[in-house]
C-alpha cells in the first residue's frame, strides 16, 4: 500500500531533550516536506527536500533540523525542544520533478508532540 | 509573498444544505490551487486541484473553480451530508520547487 508512515504517533518530552521524528515514504517520491499544524494557524511549512542531499527552509524552520540521505527517509530532528515546539506535525512527499506546480501531496498521519 | 486567505469556522449546517467555503489568494505568476480535507484524527488528504486558469476541480460531489480575475478558488457542495464533517484547507503552489502554502483551515460540521 502506497503510504507516508511517521513515527511516533504520540510523542511527550522535557525541554531540551533531543528527539528525532521518523517519515519515510514508499511511492519513491523526490519531494517530502515538514509541516506543523496549530490551531488558528493552519499548516506552516518548517523543511522541504527536493531530493537526496537537498533540503531548503520552509516558514519556521527555526529549532528544527532535517536531513535527507535516502528518498525514502526524511527525519525531522529537534536537537533542543521547547513548549513552543508543542504540536501536531505532518510528514508529506509527491511526486515528479521536486514537486512540481500540479503534483498532489500525500500525508502522513501525524505525530502528536507535547513537550514540558 | 504568496498567501491563502480562506473563511474562518466553524461551519455548521444541517444535511443536505449548500456548502460555500470561500478560499482567496495572492500569488505571484500562475499558481495551482487545491483543497485538502482533513478528518479527524487523520493526516490531510487531496480533495480536487486546478491547475489554470478557468479550470474546474471536482471530486465526491464537491466543486471549485479557479477564477484568475478575483483571485479565487471557493468550495462548493450541492447538499452535504454528516459524513463531510472535517477540517477543510485551501492551498496553494506557486512557484516551482517552492513550498507549498496553506489556509488556516474552515471546520465544517453537518448535523443529521
Known amino acids: 500500500e502506497a503510504q507516508v508512515t511517521q513515527n511516533p504517533r504520540y510523542l511527550i518530552t522535557v525541554t531540551g531533550k533531543k528527539l528525532t521524528v521518523t517519515c519515510s515514504q514508499n511511492?519513491?517520491?523526490?519531494?517530502m516536506s515538514w509541516y506543523r499544524q496549530d490551531p488558528g494557524l493552519g499548516l506552516r511549512q518548517i523543511y522541504y527536500s527536493m531530493n537526496v542531499e537537498v533540503t531548503d527552509k520552509g516558514d519556521v524552520p527555526e529549532g528544527y533540523k532535517v536531513s535527507r540521505k535516502e528518498k525514502r527517509n526524511f527525519p525531522l530532528i529537534l536537537e533542543s525542544p521547547s513548549p513552543n515546539q508543542t504540536s501536531l506535525y505532518f510528514c508529506?512527499?509527491?511526486?515528479?520533478?521536486?514537486?512540481?506546480?500540479?503534483?498532489?501531496?500525500?500525508f502522513g498521519p501525524g505525530t502528536r508532540l507535547l513537550v514540558l | 509573498g504568496n498567501s491563502v486567505t480562506q473563511m474562518e469556522g466553524p461551519v455548521t449546517l444541517s444535511e443536505e444544505a449548500f456548502l460555500t467555503i470561500n478560499c482567496t489568494y495572492t500569488a505571484t505568476g500562475y499558481p495551482s490551487l487545491f483543497w485538502y480535507v482533513q478528518y479527524p484524527g487523520e493526516g490531510l488528504q487531496l480533495l480536487l486541484k486546478?491547475?489554470?486558469?478557468?479550470d474546474k476541480g471536482s471530486n465526491k460531489g464537491f466543486e471549485a473553480t479557479y477564477r484568475k480575475e478575483t483571485t479565487s478558488f471557493h468550495l462548493e457542495k450541492g447538499s452535504v451530508q454528516v459524513s463531510d464533517s472535517a477540517v477543510y484547507f485551501c492551498?496553494?503552489?506557486?512557484?516551482?520547487?517552492?513550498?507549498?502554502?496553506f489556509g488556516p483551515g474552515t471546520r465544517l460540521s453537518v448535523l443529521p
Open positions: 486546478a491547475t489554470k486558469a478557468d
Open positions: 511511492m519513491n517520491h523526490e519531494y
Open positions: 492551498a496553494l503552489s506557486a512557484t516551482y520547487g517552492q513550498n507549498f502554502v
Open positions: 508529506a512527499s509527491s511526486f515528479g520533478l521536486a514537486g512540481g506546480l500540479q503534483e498532489t501531496q500525500y
